[in-house]
């Protein structure tokens, strides 16, 4: 099972999104401790989350993705309140087609139950190695560029020779899901650390760490299907998250601008299961 603020960075939703939810029952925690008042969140539950999030999307009411998942997904409940919202996007003129391309889409999605990539998991360590990093807070996951521009632009002024394996990643540090004022560290391997830190820009060692790791090929928009599959094989295999996850970007778009070439290995840090819950 998982802490509120790791359930909440796998779904990629708020705490405070989560505690309403669980308040109008939309989505109750799986296991709440009696004696701490923790909540504890099932992989199960991603798929449900997923799916809110989704209808949330194409605009429907909590009242009424409370309804559709209260009937158990009924065909006929979904197309009746999609059909609803088709004629109310037929008002909003310039929105129409973001919002019909999302029904369709969401419509899909429903009626296969979240049907999953084949996307293959398998525990790995990442070695101790020195780095060169900068950590900040940046506007959005989609700024992150910001923070490569200022690496690159300290380092290479300096001649820094890189690893054999570069390792170029990029952490994601918050506790729980934000969707602004994110806070983000982008690092790559170097052969050693013997360089000035100035600028916001640090060398340092990077302690060795197992993860959980997945090969995604193609757009960042799988990582909602990847933590799914994550949190189920976490279940299964008796870990526990141990860390920020993070990304390593073997192709990007800093070398790669089509999309469906780049090679992400997204790392979950990991540690076997507590069962003192």
Not at 69 to 98: C, P
Not at 122 to 151: C, H, N, Q, Y
Request: charged residues 25%.
């Amino acid at each position: 099972m998982f802490q509120i603020g790791e359930f909440s960075k796998l779904a990629n939703v708020s705490i405070r999104s989560l505690r309403h939810y669980d308040k109008i029952g939309l989505l109750i925690p799986e296991k709440i401790n009696a004696e701490t008042n923790y909540r504890y969140y099932s992989a199960k539950q991603l798929q449900t989350i997923n799916k809110i999030q989704k209808l949330k999307e194409i605009g429907l009411s909590l009242s009424v993705i409370n309804e559709i998942l209260t009937s158990g997904s009924d065909a006929k409940t979904i197309q009746s309140h999609f059909a609803i919202r088709e004629l109310e996007l037929q008002e909003e003129l310039e929105t129409i087609k973001q919002q019909s391309l999302l029904l369709e889409s969401s419509l899909a999605v429903l009626k296969e139950d979240s049907a999953k990539w084949n996307y293959h998991i398998i525990k790995k360590e990442i070695p101790e190695r020195f780095v060169a990093s900068i950590r900040d807070t940046i506007p959005a996951f989609a700024s992150e560029g910001l923070l490569w521009e200022r690496l690159y632009a300290e380092i290479i002024p300096q001649q820094v020779h890189f690893a054999k394996e570069p390792y170029s990643m990029a952490i994601f540090h918050d506790e729980a899901y934000r969707e602004a004022d994110v806070d983000v560290e982008v690092q790559v391997a170097i052969k050693t650390a013997d360089y000035e830190s100035r600028n916001g820009i640090f060398f340092k060692e990077a302690s060795a760490v197992t993860v959980a790791s997945v090969i995604i090929n193609g757009s960042y928009e799988q990582i909602t299907a990847v933590t799914e599959t994550v949190a189920i094989w976490l279940e299964n295999h008796n870990y526990q998250l141990s860390g920020p996850m993070f990304n390593i970007y073997h192709v990007s778009i800093a070398t790669e601008p089509n999309q469906e070439n780049w090679v992400t290995e997204a790392c979950f840090p990991i540690k076997e299961e507590n069962h003192e819950i």
